[in-house]
T-cell receptor, first 114, second 115 residues
């Protein structure tokens, strides 16, 4: 079946603008993760959704970052008032939600803040 | 907190050479361990995993053994191919996180294989 998809694949924005990144998980996967991949910091966890439970936001770097997951499926990561240090590849992953189940990653959105 | 340390890169090998990529970890409890691979222009893919001590994960000729006594999960392949050129990430997930198996990654290492 279809894998995890993300859009857009690339996004260039100006400093101070807001951006929205979208993730479509694998159908039936209840767990959804956002990670960020940057040159300086490597791969970092941002936020986790599982079913109807409250999300784990412990990895969000600042209050400019937020995420939603509507209907237990599609997720949107929003970055407000973007800064140059937000430039990175934002990766989404999903899994079946069972403990230690494999996470499947999307191709990522490459964000460049000018 | 959890952490994963990978050997410094990049690594350049000739085809058919033996490969070892070192990975050590620090974690509470009994994490699961993973190797992910990122081929040029592609997304992260799971290469192999091991969920408990002494387990050996294997795939595509690659192997790694979960060594609790040395907190290591080194990746090995007996004979690399040009198509193995990629970035390799070691990662762990904390079992005590319950269903939230968020991954902690190492910094990744770039492997280039020459024909």
């Amino acid at each position: 079946g279809a894998g995890v998809s993300q859009s857009p694949s690339n996004k260039v924005t100006e400093k101070g603008k807001d951006v929205e990144l979208r993730c479509d998980p694998i159908s039936g996967h209840t767990a959804l993760y956002w990670y960020r991949q940057s040159l300086g910091q490597g791969l970092e966890f941002l936020i986790y959704f599982q079913g109807n439970s409250a999300p784990d936001k412990s990895g969000l770097p600042s209050d400019r970052f937020s995420a939603e997951r509507t209907g237990g499926s599609v997720s949107t990561l929003t970055i407000q008032r973007t800064q140059q240090e937000d430039s990175a590849v934002y990766l989404c992953a999903s899994s079946s939600g069972q403990t230690q189940e494999t996470q499947y990653f999307g191709p990522g959105t490459r964000l460049l803040v000018l | 907190g959890n952490s994963v340390t990978q050997m410094e890169g990049p690594v350049t090998l000739s085809e058919e050479a033996f490969l070892t990529i070192n990975c050590t970890y620090t974690a509470t409890g009994y994490p699961s361990l993973f190797w992910y691979v990122q081929y040029p222009g592609e997304g992260l893919q799971l290469l192999l995993k091991a969920t408990k001590a002494d387990d050996k994960g294997s795939n595509k000729g690659f192997e790694a053994t979960y060594r609790k006594e040395t907190t290591s999960f080194h990746l090995e392949k007996g004979s690399v191919q040009v198509s193995d050129s990629a970035v390799y990430f070691c990662a762990l997930s904390d079992q005590y996180g319950g269903a939230n198996s968020k991954l902690t990654f190492g910094k990744g290492i770039t492997l280039s294989v020459r024909p």
